[in-house]
């Protein structure tokens, strides 16, 4: 018969193999706590790597041996991707169970920052030729180390899906999340390129009209995504509950709307925009992390519980 494995506080189901024990080995939840171990441990490293040493000029290369910048570089590359598939591992094995019926999913402010912060570095790593920032890969990985560890200790609820809507508005959640970090990333690195154009230094990376319509797509994406998801929990979630959730996503989805509106109308740029894309972020941001944070954190219990 199948029996329950205990690990972490994590409930698996693990097939009765007899002798066979080995089989724990392949259990979601050791894979999980060791991708869990691997993608902290190469983020942190990847926080911390040196930065790549500057090359001595040619008419010294007699004298001074040339430094090779390049393995230090591509090094710490190389651990934000091990860090990165580690934490899809980590994702994908904690956050559903697929061997239930219905459906389960665990929720948690840790799982969603982990989540988000998962899908901000894919979108880093395939702009990083332009978006090459020594900063930025710093605080990156040191987000990500952290996100990683927080869902790890702060893994929220199990809950069964009552509705066939539930995983694709989870989903669609997520994917917000992810397209609004996208958003504040681009837009970070179009604050820098502003200050570097009023101090009338050379540009860097990608060009500030360029990375000004990056972000404006990512809004854009991020909006439709959000508005979506709101739908489909209007669908699913009878009767609908105006909880601090639901007002908190409605106010950021206005937000939102309101800068999307005054960019197409009013021509809203740089910092206006700016500033209302950090306004809706953190609204959106409570709505959620916010939320759970002080559900299972400072209360100790599971939301909508008494």
């Known amino acids: 018969m199948p029996w329950v494995l205990q690990i972490e506080g994590r409930a698996h189901r693990v097939a009765d193999s007899g002798p066979y024990t080995v089989w724990m080995i392949l259990s979601p939840a050791t894979l999980f706590s060791s991708a869990t171990l691997v993608a902290a441990g190469a983020y942190v490293l990847a926080a911390l790597w040196p930065r790549p040493a500057t090359p001595v000029p040619d008419d010294r290369a007699d004298v001074v041996p040339q430094v090779h910048q390049a393995p230090k570089a591509d090094a710490a590359w190389w651990l934000l991707a091990l860090g990165w598939l580690a934490q899809a591992v980590a994702i994908a094995t904690d956050g ?12 948690g402010f840790g799982p969603a920052l982990s989540v988000t912060t998962w899908l901000v570095l894919g979108v880093y790593a395939l702009e990083r030729l332009q978006l090459d920032s020594l900063v930025a890969r710093r605080t990156l990985a040191a987000i990500a180390a952290g996100s990683v560890m927080l869902a790890a200790a702060f893994p929220g609820q199990v809950h069964p899906t009552q509705h066939a809507l539930a995983p694709i508005h989870w989903l669609l959640g997520l994917a917000s999340y992810g397209l609004f970090g996208a958003a504040l990333l681009h837009a970070a690195f179009l604050t820098l390129a502003e200050r570097r154009m009023k101090r009338r230094l050379p540009p860097a990376g990608i060009p500030l009209l360029r990375l000004e ?35 908190l996503s409605v106010l950021s989805w206005l937000v939102f709307a309101t800068l999307l509106a005054g960019r197409h109308w009013m021509g809203w740029r740089g910092r206006t925009a700016v500033n209302w894309l950090y306004a809706g972020s953190a609204l959106l941001l409570l709505a959620y992390v916010g939320s759970r944070f002080v559900f299972e954190v400072l209360l100790h219990r599971a939301p909508g519980s008494h």
């Open 213 to 247: 319509s990056l972000t404006l797509k990512f809004v854009w994406a991020g909006f439709v995504v959000l508005s979506a998801t709101l739908v489909l929990g209007y669908l699913f979630a009878q009767p609908w509950r105006w909880d601090h959730k639901s007002v």
């Open 96 to 107: 559903l169970d697929w061997q239930h019926q219905p459906l389960l999913a665990r929720f």
